[in-house]
DNA sequence: GTCTATACGATGATAGAC
DNA sequence: GTCTATCATCGTATAGAC
Protein backbone atom coordinates (compact mmCIF):
# COMPACT_ATOMS: atom_id res chain seq x y z
CA UNK A 1 0.00 0.00 0.00
CA UNK A 2 1.45 3.27 -0.86
CA UNK A 3 1.87 4.80 2.53
CA UNK A 4 2.59 8.52 0.06
CA UNK A 5 -1.29 8.25 -0.83
CA UNK A 6 -2.41 7.15 2.83
CA UNK A 7 -0.52 10.20 4.04
CA UNK A 8 -2.17 12.62 1.93
CA UNK A 9 -5.76 11.05 2.96
CA UNK A 10 -4.68 11.53 6.14
CA UNK A 11 -3.59 15.27 5.75
CA UNK A 12 -7.35 16.03 4.14
CA UNK A 13 -9.27 14.40 6.57
CA UNK A 14 -7.32 16.85 9.14
CA UNK A 15 -7.85 19.89 7.20
CA UNK A 16 -11.80 19.00 7.21
CA UNK A 17 -11.53 18.19 10.66
CA UNK A 18 -9.79 21.34 11.84
CA UNK A 19 -12.66 23.31 9.87
CA UNK A 20 -15.31 21.27 11.17
CA UNK A 21 -13.97 22.38 14.24
CA UNK A 22 -14.23 26.03 14.10
CA UNK A 23 -17.83 25.44 13.02
CA UNK A 24 -18.92 23.48 15.50
CA UNK A 25 -17.47 25.87 18.72
CA UNK A 26 -19.01 28.94 16.35
CA UNK A 27 -22.37 27.08 15.64
CA UNK A 28 -22.31 23.47 17.63
CA UNK A 29 -22.37 20.12 16.57
CA UNK A 30 -26.04 19.93 14.89
CA UNK A 31 -26.47 23.02 14.22
CA UNK A 32 -23.03 23.25 11.72
CA UNK A 33 -24.14 22.31 7.94
CA UNK A 34 -22.33 20.60 5.75
CA UNK A 35 -22.22 24.01 3.79
CA UNK A 36 -20.50 25.27 6.15
CA UNK A 37 -17.84 23.42 6.85
CA UNK A 38 -17.26 23.00 2.57
CA UNK A 39 -16.96 26.64 3.00
CA UNK A 40 -14.80 26.54 6.22
CA UNK A 41 -12.80 24.18 4.49
CA UNK A 42 -12.26 25.94 0.73
CA UNK A 43 -13.28 22.34 -0.11
CA UNK A 44 -16.62 20.58 -1.37
CA UNK A 45 -19.36 18.49 -0.77
CA UNK A 46 -18.70 16.13 -2.63
CA UNK A 47 -15.11 16.52 -1.48
CA UNK A 48 -15.59 16.00 2.29
CA UNK A 49 -18.02 12.68 1.31
CA UNK A 50 -14.92 11.47 -0.55
CA UNK A 51 -13.05 11.41 3.24
CA UNK A 52 -16.06 10.82 5.33
CA UNK A 53 -19.12 8.36 4.89
CA UNK A 54 -21.48 10.88 6.65
CA UNK A 55 -22.01 13.75 8.82
CA UNK A 56 -21.80 11.02 12.18
CA UNK A 57 -18.40 9.82 10.81
CA UNK A 58 -17.08 13.81 10.67
CA UNK A 59 -18.55 14.30 14.25
CA UNK A 60 -16.76 11.18 15.41
CA UNK A 61 -13.68 12.24 13.77
CA UNK A 62 -13.14 15.83 15.12
CA UNK A 63 -14.19 14.42 18.51
CA UNK A 64 -11.47 12.09 18.82
CA UNK A 65 -9.45 14.99 17.43
CA UNK A 66 -9.90 17.42 19.88
CA UNK A 67 -9.67 14.53 22.97
CA UNK A 68 -6.81 13.50 21.51
CA UNK A 69 -5.42 16.99 21.31
CA UNK A 70 -6.05 17.85 25.06
CA UNK A 71 -4.80 14.33 26.00
CA UNK A 72 -1.35 15.25 24.13
CA UNK A 73 -0.71 18.43 26.06
CA UNK A 74 -0.84 15.71 29.19
CA UNK A 75 1.46 13.19 28.25
CA UNK A 76 3.99 16.01 28.31
CA UNK A 77 3.97 16.29 31.86
CA UNK A 78 3.76 12.59 32.96
CA UNK A 79 7.02 12.31 31.50
CA UNK A 80 8.59 15.33 32.87
CA UNK A 81 11.66 14.53 35.15
CA UNK A 82 10.55 17.05 37.64
CA UNK A 83 6.96 16.22 37.84
CA UNK A 84 4.30 19.01 39.21
CA UNK A 85 2.41 18.76 42.19
CA UNK A 86 -1.38 17.59 41.83
CA UNK A 87 -2.13 21.89 42.08
CA UNK A 88 0.66 23.15 39.77
CA UNK A 89 -0.72 20.19 37.36
CA UNK A 90 -3.90 21.81 37.11
CA UNK A 91 -3.10 25.18 36.82
CA UNK A 92 -0.86 24.44 33.94
CA UNK A 93 -3.51 22.04 32.39
CA UNK A 94 -5.97 24.53 32.79
CA UNK A 95 -4.32 27.00 31.06
CA UNK A 96 -3.58 25.20 27.95
CA UNK A 97 -7.12 24.91 27.49
CA UNK A 98 -8.24 26.42 24.00
CA UNK A 99 -11.61 28.09 24.53
CA UNK A 100 -12.39 27.23 20.78
CA UNK A 101 -12.09 23.42 22.00
CA UNK A 102 -13.41 24.04 24.82
CA UNK A 103 -16.56 24.69 23.54
CA UNK A 104 -16.69 21.90 21.35
CA UNK A 105 -15.46 19.71 24.06
CA UNK A 106 -18.21 20.20 25.92
CA UNK A 107 -20.92 19.77 22.98
CA UNK A 108 -18.86 16.33 22.49
CA UNK A 109 -20.11 15.44 26.29
CA UNK A 110 -23.87 16.51 25.31
CA UNK A 111 -23.78 14.24 22.07
CA UNK A 112 -22.20 11.31 24.36
CA UNK A 113 -25.45 11.36 26.72
CA UNK A 114 -27.50 10.37 23.25
CA UNK A 115 -25.21 8.43 20.98
CA UNK A 116 -23.38 5.34 22.12
CA UNK A 117 -20.41 5.72 19.62
CA UNK A 118 -19.26 9.19 20.97
CA UNK A 119 -19.69 7.96 24.65
CA UNK A 120 -17.33 5.63 23.83
CA UNK A 121 -15.36 7.68 22.82
CA UNK A 122 -15.32 10.17 25.36
CA UNK A 123 -15.18 7.80 28.03
CA UNK A 124 -12.20 6.35 26.67
CA UNK A 125 -10.38 9.36 26.26
CA UNK A 126 -11.49 10.30 29.62
CA UNK A 127 -10.00 6.99 31.15
CA UNK A 128 -6.82 7.29 29.43
CA UNK A 129 -6.45 11.20 30.69
CA UNK A 130 -7.22 9.51 34.34
CA UNK A 131 -4.71 7.33 34.11
CA UNK A 132 -1.76 9.96 32.68
CA UNK A 133 -3.24 11.79 35.74
CA UNK A 134 -2.22 8.88 38.10
CA UNK A 135 1.28 8.45 36.28
CA UNK A 136 1.80 12.56 37.33
CA UNK A 137 0.78 12.17 40.14
CA UNK A 138 2.61 8.54 41.26
CA UNK A 139 5.18 10.16 39.51
CA UNK A 140 5.60 13.32 42.30
CA UNK A 141 5.06 11.14 45.15
CA UNK A 142 7.74 9.05 44.31
CA UNK A 143 10.91 11.19 42.82
CA UNK A 144 9.64 14.69 44.79
CA UNK A 145 7.68 13.16 48.26
CA UNK A 146 9.72 9.90 48.08
CA UNK A 147 7.41 7.25 48.59
CA UNK A 148 7.64 3.73 47.88
CA UNK A 149 5.99 3.25 44.13
CA UNK A 150 3.49 0.30 45.54
CA UNK A 151 1.81 3.27 47.83
CA UNK A 152 2.50 5.95 45.88
CA UNK A 153 0.42 4.14 43.55
CA UNK A 154 -2.25 3.68 45.28
CA UNK A 155 -2.58 7.04 47.13
CA UNK A 156 -2.42 8.27 43.70
CA UNK A 157 -5.52 6.90 42.56
CA UNK A 158 -8.28 9.39 44.25
CA UNK A 159 -6.27 12.36 43.87
CA UNK A 160 -6.27 11.93 39.65
CA UNK A 161 -9.58 11.54 40.30
CA UNK A 162 -10.42 15.11 41.93
CA UNK A 163 -7.68 16.29 39.59
CA UNK A 164 -9.63 14.94 36.43
CA UNK A 165 -12.94 16.27 38.22
CA UNK A 166 -11.60 19.99 38.72
CA UNK A 167 -10.05 19.82 35.04
CA UNK A 168 -13.56 18.78 34.00
CA UNK A 169 -15.54 21.39 35.91
CA UNK A 170 -13.01 24.50 34.51
CA UNK A 171 -13.32 23.19 30.65
CA UNK A 172 -16.91 23.64 31.45
CA UNK A 173 -16.58 27.24 32.90
CA UNK A 174 -13.88 28.05 30.26
CA UNK A 175 -16.41 26.62 27.49
CA UNK A 176 -19.55 28.73 28.68
CA UNK A 177 -17.47 32.09 28.46
CA UNK A 178 -19.33 33.72 25.63
CA UNK A 179 -16.99 33.78 22.25
CA UNK A 180 -16.57 37.76 23.23
CA UNK A 181 -15.19 37.47 26.32
CA UNK A 182 -12.51 34.71 25.56
CA UNK A 183 -9.62 37.28 24.06
CA UNK A 184 -10.21 39.77 27.67
CA UNK A 185 -7.24 37.85 30.16
CA UNK B 1 -56.75 38.59 35.50
CA UNK B 2 -58.15 35.33 36.72
CA UNK B 3 -55.18 33.39 38.58
CA UNK B 4 -57.30 29.89 37.93
CA UNK B 5 -56.69 30.53 34.33
CA UNK B 6 -53.34 31.29 35.12
CA UNK B 7 -52.97 28.77 37.17
CA UNK B 8 -53.93 26.22 34.90
CA UNK B 9 -52.10 27.46 31.85
CA UNK B 10 -49.15 27.22 33.81
CA UNK B 11 -50.21 23.66 34.59
CA UNK B 12 -50.28 22.94 30.84
CA UNK B 13 -46.89 24.12 30.19
CA UNK B 14 -45.25 22.10 33.05
CA UNK B 15 -47.39 19.26 31.11
CA UNK B 16 -45.30 20.16 28.05
CA UNK B 17 -41.79 20.34 29.61
CA UNK B 18 -42.01 17.19 30.85
CA UNK B 19 -43.10 15.86 28.78
CA UNK B 20 -40.23 17.47 26.94
CA UNK B 21 -37.29 16.95 29.16
CA UNK B 22 -38.30 12.93 28.28
CA UNK B 23 -37.78 13.06 25.07
CA UNK B 24 -34.65 15.22 25.64
CA UNK B 25 -33.36 12.70 27.37
CA UNK B 26 -33.52 9.91 25.10
CA UNK B 27 -33.06 11.80 21.88
CA UNK B 28 -30.90 14.75 22.78
CA UNK B 29 -32.04 18.62 22.54
CA UNK B 30 -31.46 19.30 18.70
CA UNK B 31 -32.74 15.53 17.78
CA UNK B 32 -36.07 15.98 19.58
CA UNK B 33 -38.86 16.76 17.01
CA UNK B 34 -42.08 18.39 18.10
CA UNK B 35 -43.88 15.75 16.61
CA UNK B 36 -42.18 13.36 19.59
CA UNK B 37 -42.86 15.42 21.93
CA UNK B 38 -46.22 15.82 20.69
CA UNK B 39 -46.65 12.09 21.16
CA UNK B 40 -44.81 11.79 24.59
CA UNK B 41 -47.74 14.80 26.05
CA UNK B 42 -50.15 13.23 24.83
CA UNK B 43 -51.45 16.59 23.07
CA UNK B 44 -51.44 18.35 19.55
CA UNK B 45 -49.01 20.23 17.79
CA UNK B 46 -51.14 23.12 17.54
CA UNK B 47 -51.67 22.80 21.73
CA UNK B 48 -47.73 22.92 21.81
CA UNK B 49 -47.83 26.00 19.89
CA UNK B 50 -50.17 27.68 21.74
CA UNK B 51 -48.30 27.82 24.81
CA UNK B 52 -44.86 28.00 23.65
CA UNK B 53 -43.73 30.05 20.44
CA UNK B 54 -41.45 28.31 19.14
CA UNK B 55 -39.11 25.35 19.95
CA UNK B 56 -36.31 26.93 21.09
CA UNK B 57 -39.01 28.94 23.29
CA UNK B 58 -39.65 25.25 24.55
CA UNK B 59 -36.36 24.21 24.71
CA UNK B 60 -35.21 27.55 27.20
CA UNK B 61 -38.42 26.51 29.45
CA UNK B 62 -37.05 22.95 30.21
CA UNK B 63 -33.65 23.92 30.83
CA UNK B 64 -35.12 26.30 33.41
CA UNK B 65 -37.37 23.58 34.58
CA UNK B 66 -34.40 20.79 35.12
CA UNK B 67 -31.54 23.50 36.57
CA UNK B 68 -34.18 25.04 39.14
CA UNK B 69 -35.35 21.39 40.02
CA UNK B 70 -31.69 20.28 40.74
CA UNK B 71 -31.69 24.31 42.50
CA UNK B 72 -34.55 23.10 44.33
CA UNK B 73 -32.60 19.73 46.02
CA UNK B 74 -29.92 22.28 47.69
CA UNK B 75 -31.78 24.32 48.78
CA UNK B 76 -33.33 21.92 51.57
CA UNK B 77 -29.84 21.72 52.66
CA UNK B 78 -28.99 25.55 53.24
CA UNK B 79 -31.48 25.97 55.61
CA UNK B 80 -30.83 22.70 57.77
CA UNK B 81 -30.14 23.39 61.51
CA UNK B 82 -27.55 20.95 61.51
CA UNK B 83 -25.58 22.14 58.13
CA UNK B 84 -23.47 18.49 57.09
CA UNK B 85 -20.02 19.11 56.48
CA UNK B 86 -18.96 19.60 52.84
CA UNK B 87 -18.29 15.90 51.91
CA UNK B 88 -21.21 14.94 53.66
CA UNK B 89 -22.54 17.94 51.77
CA UNK B 90 -21.51 16.60 48.08
CA UNK B 91 -22.37 12.92 48.50
CA UNK B 92 -26.53 13.76 49.40
CA UNK B 93 -26.18 16.25 46.65
CA UNK B 94 -24.90 13.96 43.99
CA UNK B 95 -27.43 10.98 45.57
CA UNK B 96 -30.19 13.06 44.61
CA UNK B 97 -29.26 13.15 40.79
CA UNK B 98 -31.62 11.78 38.24
CA UNK B 99 -30.03 10.37 35.43
CA UNK B 100 -32.38 11.53 33.01
CA UNK B 101 -32.13 14.79 34.37
CA UNK B 102 -28.50 14.60 33.93
CA UNK B 103 -28.65 14.08 30.71
CA UNK B 104 -30.89 16.95 29.91
CA UNK B 105 -28.35 19.54 32.17
CA UNK B 106 -25.30 18.27 30.00
CA UNK B 107 -26.75 18.50 26.89
CA UNK B 108 -28.06 22.50 27.99
CA UNK B 109 -24.18 22.93 28.69
CA UNK B 110 -23.92 21.66 24.88
CA UNK B 111 -26.31 24.13 24.02
CA UNK B 112 -25.31 26.88 26.29
CA UNK B 113 -21.81 27.28 24.29
CA UNK B 114 -23.10 28.50 21.17
CA UNK B 115 -26.75 29.80 22.38
CA UNK B 116 -26.63 33.07 24.56
CA UNK B 117 -30.34 32.76 26.02
CA UNK B 118 -29.45 29.23 27.11
CA UNK B 119 -25.55 30.20 28.25
CA UNK B 120 -27.10 32.99 30.91
CA UNK B 121 -30.03 30.49 32.22
CA UNK B 122 -26.89 28.06 32.57
CA UNK B 123 -24.46 30.61 34.18
CA UNK B 124 -27.56 32.38 36.34
CA UNK B 125 -28.51 28.74 37.93
CA UNK B 126 -24.45 27.74 38.43
CA UNK B 127 -24.08 30.99 39.96
CA UNK B 128 -27.13 30.67 42.49
CA UNK B 129 -26.32 26.75 43.29
CA UNK B 130 -22.77 27.97 43.50
CA UNK B 131 -24.49 30.67 46.36
CA UNK B 132 -26.69 28.56 48.17
CA UNK B 133 -23.11 25.74 48.56
CA UNK B 134 -22.12 29.25 49.81
CA UNK B 135 -24.75 29.55 52.23
CA UNK B 136 -24.37 25.69 53.26
CA UNK B 137 -20.90 26.06 54.12
CA UNK B 138 -20.17 29.33 55.96
CA UNK B 139 -23.93 27.49 58.20
CA UNK B 140 -21.27 24.22 59.16
CA UNK B 141 -18.59 26.78 59.59
CA UNK B 142 -20.58 28.85 62.16
CA UNK B 143 -22.81 26.40 63.89
CA UNK B 144 -20.04 23.41 63.80
CA UNK B 145 -17.00 24.78 63.48
CA UNK B 146 -17.72 27.38 65.68
CA UNK B 147 -16.21 30.06 63.72
CA UNK B 148 -17.14 33.61 63.22
CA UNK B 149 -19.36 34.62 60.93
CA UNK B 150 -17.43 36.90 58.66
CA UNK B 151 -14.22 34.45 58.71
CA UNK B 152 -16.71 32.05 57.92
CA UNK B 153 -18.39 33.56 54.52
CA UNK B 154 -14.38 34.20 53.59
CA UNK B 155 -13.53 30.62 54.26
CA UNK B 156 -16.39 29.36 52.55
CA UNK B 157 -15.61 30.79 49.34
CA UNK B 158 -12.86 28.31 47.81
CA UNK B 159 -14.64 25.53 49.07
CA UNK B 160 -18.37 26.58 47.68
CA UNK B 161 -16.17 26.58 44.37
CA UNK B 162 -14.43 23.22 44.68
CA UNK B 163 -17.83 21.77 46.23
CA UNK B 164 -19.64 22.94 42.74
CA UNK B 165 -17.14 21.63 40.48
CA UNK B 166 -17.04 17.91 41.82
CA UNK B 167 -20.65 18.03 42.16
CA UNK B 168 -20.52 19.21 37.84
CA UNK B 169 -18.39 16.83 37.48
CA UNK B 170 -20.23 13.80 39.31
CA UNK B 171 -23.14 15.12 36.95
CA UNK B 172 -21.29 14.53 33.59
CA UNK B 173 -19.85 11.06 35.02
CA UNK B 174 -24.04 10.25 35.61
CA UNK B 175 -25.13 11.53 32.76
CA UNK B 176 -21.97 9.41 30.51
CA UNK B 177 -23.27 5.99 31.72
CA UNK B 178 -25.19 4.59 29.10
CA UNK B 179 -29.45 4.62 29.73
CA UNK B 180 -28.94 0.67 29.84
CA UNK B 181 -26.60 1.29 32.58
CA UNK B 182 -28.74 3.44 35.27
CA UNK B 183 -31.31 0.86 36.40
CA UNK B 184 -27.67 -1.02 37.98
CA UNK B 185 -26.97 0.70 41.45
C1' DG C 1 -10.39 12.99 -6.27
C1' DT C 2 -12.96 17.04 -6.87
C1' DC C 3 -16.61 19.64 -8.53
C1' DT C 4 -21.91 21.21 -9.50
C1' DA C 5 -26.54 20.17 -9.51
C1' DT C 6 -30.21 17.69 -7.70
C1' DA C 7 -33.31 14.31 -5.31
C1' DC C 8 -35.25 13.00 -1.27
C1' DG C 9 -36.64 13.16 3.40
C1' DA C 10 -37.50 15.42 7.64
C1' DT C 11 -39.01 19.12 10.51
C1' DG C 12 -40.51 23.55 12.23
C1' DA C 13 -44.28 26.25 11.88
C1' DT C 14 -49.07 27.83 10.17
C1' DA C 15 -54.04 27.79 8.64
C1' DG C 16 -58.46 27.05 9.53
C1' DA C 17 -62.27 24.05 11.31
C1' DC C 18 -64.44 22.83 15.65
C1' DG D 1 -57.78 26.09 23.33
C1' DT D 2 -57.24 22.05 20.72
C1' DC D 3 -57.11 19.47 16.72
C1' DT D 4 -55.73 17.82 11.65
C1' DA D 5 -53.81 18.81 7.41
C1' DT D 6 -50.57 21.29 4.91
C1' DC D 7 -46.66 24.28 3.51
C1' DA D 8 -42.18 25.78 2.93
C1' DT D 9 -37.56 25.36 4.22
C1' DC D 10 -33.44 23.26 4.99
C1' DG D 11 -29.92 19.74 5.04
C1' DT D 12 -27.99 15.22 3.99
C1' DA D 13 -26.50 12.44 0.64
C1' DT D 14 -25.95 10.97 -4.28
C1' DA D 15 -25.19 11.20 -9.42
C1' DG D 16 -22.54 12.18 -12.97
C1' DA D 17 -19.21 15.27 -15.50
C1' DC D 18 -14.35 16.53 -15.54
Redesign the pocket.
Known sequence: MPRL?DA??EL?RAQITEAAVRCFSRNGL??????EITAES??????????Y????D?VQGSARAVLAKRAEVLGEYAASDTPPDPDELLARLTAAIDPAEARVGVQTWGEATTNLVIRDIVVDMTDRMRAMLHDCVTAWLVKVEHLEPAEARERATPVAHRVMALYQAELLYIALQSPTEETAS
Request: hydrophobic share 30%.
Open positions: TRKRERTSIAGLSVGSIYAHRNKAL
